[in-house]
């Protein structure tokens, strides 16, 4: 487990009934997970006719639009920064913009693809994003080296807090934040390690949520915090050597289960032998260290000071 | 979802059957077989409008105009019924079988209070309000509009005389498409994708209309700028035949009559009925952490309040309570226009403690 699950699984219900997609989701802040569906229950009046759905945080679908004709539906949806709405992919029938709100599909655009503000397009393909300036996509970063869990059959951009950054999430599981216009991964990646069939990040509420689809293809929802659940705590180092007198620093660097770092966790410092500690209690900082310094006694002593860190979360 | 804040004091009352034996004139003779005891039934729906025409009880009655089978001869009779508008009581009914007879299509109100009326003749008349008379000189083609007919199978039509303007949905539009036209030229100004299948347009106040979906999402819709001003429902049942909807600007509420099956002895269950237009929540999330509380690092605790076509409510009362040993910053909040009302939980240990929470209107 790499970042925190806040919440869930919450199993996805259409009047009671588990709801089954038909097409593809996306989390819009202030409207809820968008998700195209279909009707179960074959009825004269729904037909098997796709919908469109709002789910709401805790799993419960309500339906906005429903449309018996066949192409109704999107196979494919991506942010879209320029309109702060979807562009949507229909099968045969082409690419649109869309707008999430009434579920109805607008202009025809280029392509299905995250829009970034300036007009040009991201994608990833196999462990490459790609950026499409108006001549064609050109590979622009490898990071299959960083998302070593596999190949993920779908990738989700999502807009983050920073203007310049967005998040890719996986469907192995795995989450990186890129920065756009330095054109490089932006911090060390994360994840949820557990297959999914789309993850978002929510501006409004700074936390990850997942959608998941189980073997019956009914579909639950997972809240997950957006700062890495702790899973390793380094052994103290010493990075000043103790001398007589001095205080010197000592740190331990506290990681979550992919590496990364977790910050803003308290660390208590624990001392055995001769020798004090100017603070027993430190925070981890945003490279997930926490310091403290040891001040080593005027005489040197017969047996080495014997240090341990520990962490409460 | 819209809360109902009236219902009509009466359904269509029917004419009971006086007794004697059919002739071989008259048809429909099932609707006096016993059970039934009436003349006639609603065959469909034709009109729902306001009008200004005074009753023993106000100044406004509501209309129903609708085609009815009956037994005496031709087999069908076309029939403005009038209700008070403030009681929902039944005035009184006029026969009006020579507006086109059979051949009436659908009547829709504008903006401006007039009534236009589609008949199957494909002409688009203006109507008297008061005596459903044709009104000269304002009859228009039917595919004015970007020279595609209006939607024949149910048409959707809003017109605004005052700023130019037709609101319709042709046969060019999508389904969940309306189109807004130059009246006058028929040129088209701009699609608006709407939230279902589109099945009445209503004209509210100022460039603004309801957009109503045939399983009752209702859409607002400002038609002048395109911009989509919410999205709510109507509790409208799908095991229903059909249904009328205009809006009310005197007492600001979306009426909707629905064509419901009658009762066994044969009487009319038809009935008007009144929503308001601001959208209840049916239903609120259980608390969610948004971060992992820790001692000292208070974490944030959301609750979303959703309405029946998943649209946020704001303004919801929502009281939190929290098991020890956490401990709430506050314990009330409300939502905002996103539906989320967030608290803060400080909890004494990581994964203890428990929220719950509960909300009023």
Redesign the interface.
């Known amino acids: 487990m790499a970042l ?1 699950l ?2 869930g699984p919450f199993p996805l219900l259409l009047e009671g009934k588990p709801a089954k997609r038909h097409g593809d989701a996306f989390w819009v ?4 997970l968008a998700l195209f569906g279909t009707w179960q229950d074959n009825s004269s ?2 037909g098997q006719g796709a919908w469109y ?6 799993g ?10 066949g192409t109704y539906y999107a196979d494919h949806l991506m942010w879209d920064c320029m309109r702060d709405d979807l562009i949507g992919h229909r099968p045969t029938v082409g690419m649109f913009e869309f ?1 999430a ?6 202009s025809p655009v280029a392509m299905a693809e995250f829009r970034l503000r300036d007009g040009s397009f991201l994608r990833y393909v196999t462990g490459t994003i790609e950026r499409d300036q108006g001549a064609g996509f050109v590979s622009e970063t490898a990071i299959f080296g960083i998302l070593d869990d596999g190949y993920s059959d779908k990738a989700v951009f999502c807009p983050s807090r920073h203007a310049d950054q967005v998040w890719l999430g996986l469907s192995g599981g795995r989450i990186v934040l890129y920065d756009t216009a330095a054109r490089a991964v932006a911090a060390p990646p994360t994840g949820i390690a557990m297959p999914n069939v789309g993850i978002w990040y929510s501006r ?4 990850f949520v997942s959608l998941h689809e189980k073997p019956d293809l009914s579909l639950e929802l997972r ?1 997950w ?3 890495a ?1 702790p899973a390793a705590l380094s052994a103290p180092e010493f990075v000043d050597p103790p001398r007589a007198g001095w205080a010197g620093r000592v740190r331990a660097r506290l990681t979550g289960s992919y590496g990364e770092p977790c910050a ?3 660390v208590a410092w624990i001392l055995t032998g001769d020798g004090a500690l100017l603070d027993s209690r430190t925070d981890t900082d945003a490279d997930g260290y926490a310091w403290t310094r040891y001040v080593a006694p005027m005489a040197v002593p017969g047996t080495a000071p014997q240090l341990a860190a520990q962490v ?2 | 979802m819209f809360p109902q804040v009236f219902t009509a004091a009466d359904t269509l009352p029917y004419r009971l059957w006086e007794g004697e034996s059919p002739s071989i004139l008259d048809s429909n003779e099932y609707l006096i077989t016993p059970p039934r005891v009436y003349q006639e039934e609603v065959f469909f729906l034709q009109a729902l409008a306001v009008v200004e025409r005074p009753n023993p009880w106000s100044r406004y009655s509501l209309l129903v105009f609708s085609a009815q089978n009956q037994v005496r001869g031709p087999g069908w009779n076309f029939t403005a019924w009038w209700f008070d508008a403030y009681t929902g009581r039944y005035v009184d009914r006029g026969d009006f079988s020579n507006l086109g007879g059979a051949l009436t299509d659908t009547m829709n109100q504008a903006a401006d209070g007039l009534i236009w009326h589609y008949d199957a003749w494909y002409r688009v008349r203006a109507l008297d309000p008061l005596t459903l008379a044709p009104i000269p000189g304002l009859e228009i083609p039917h595919d004015r509009f970007g020279g595609s007919p209006l939607n024949q199978q149910k048409p959707c039509f809003v017109f605004d005389r005052q700023r130019n303007r037709a609101v319709v949905q042709t046969a060019a539009e ?4 309306i189109g807004v036209y130059d009246f006058t030229t028929g040129a088209l100004i701009r699609r608006i ?5 589109v099945h009445a347009i209503a004209a509210e106040d100022a460039t603004r209309v309801f957009v109503v ?1 045939r ?1 009752g ?1 209702v ?1 607002l819709v400002d038609y002048e700028s395109g911009a ?1 001003l919410g ?1 709510s429902q109507l509790p409208i049942a ?2 229903i035949f059909d249904f009328l909807v205009t809006w009310d600007r005197n007492l600001r509420r979306l009426l909707t009559v629905v064509h419901t099956p009658d009762a066994v002895d044969g009487a009319c269950t038809t009935r008007i009925r009144g929503y308001a237009p601001r959208p209840q929540a ?2 609120i ?2 608390p ?5 509380a ?2 000292g ?1 208070p974490a944030p605790v ?1 609750v ?1 309040a ?7 409510i704001g303004g919801l009362h929502v009281a939190f309570d929290a098991a020890v040993p956490g401990r709430l910053l506050s314990r009330t909040a409300q939502t905002s226009a ?1 539906g ?1 009302a967030i608290v803060q939980l400080d909890a004494d240990a ?1 994964g203890l403690s428990t929220v719950s929470a509960s909300a009023t209107p």
């Open positions: 925190d806040l919440a802040d202030g409207l809820g009046y729904h759905g709002i789910v709401q945080p805790d419960a679908v309500r339906v906005r639009n429903e449309n018996p004709a707008r709100l009434t579920g109805s599909f607008l409004a509420y700074d936390a809240w915090s957006n700062a659940r803003g966790h308290t409460e979360f | 999508g389904n969940d498409q994708g709407v939230a279902g299948h979906s399983t999402i859409t989509i999205v799908p095991d049916v239903g999330t259980p969610l952490p948004l971060a992992v820790r001692p690092r959301l979303h959703y309405g029946g076509a998943g649209e946020p996103s989320d990581a």
